[in-house]
Nanobody, 128 residues
């Protein structure tokens, strides 16, 4: 079992920044990939970014490239999402997730069903 707890969400004006954190505990040693997803009201959960836990390789959805940065601190078992130049369309509940099922080397997963454990989510609202 892996437990994930997100933090760092809030209300921010357009153009502002936020940094989300996701603290992981439990069977961390078996983590291959961690990712961030988001879900806006009335919409399906969508991929935002993912990172290989060991190598640090990353993948982003096109709409956040150049604005968001995913990173991890292996020593602290913590995943981060730095979000800059936020837009109203970034408003959503943000979830972190981990894949502990076998994953081929350097493969970056972007599908919801590829992840095994999920946090409870943190609300990000971008509004003036």
């Amino acid at each position: 079992q892996v437990q994930l707890v997100e933090s760092g969400g809030g209300l921010v004006q357009p153009g502002g920044s936020l940094r989300l954190s996701c603290a992981a505990s439990g069977r961390i040693f078996s983590t291959y990939v961690m990712g961030w997803f988001r879900q806006a009201p009335g919409k399906e959960r969508e991929f935002v970014a993912t990172i290989r836990w060991s190598s640090g390789s990353t993948l982003y959805t096109d709409s956040v490239k150049g604005r968001f940065t995913i990173s991890r601190d292996n020593a602290k078992n913590t995943l981060y999402l730095q979000m800059n130049t936020l837009k109203p369309e970034d408003t959503a509940v943000y979830y972190c997730a981990t894949r502990n099922t076998y994953s081929p080397a350097e493969y970056l997963h972007s599908r919801v069903r590829d992840y095994d454990y999920w946090g409870q989510g943190t609300q990000v609202t971008v509004s003036s």
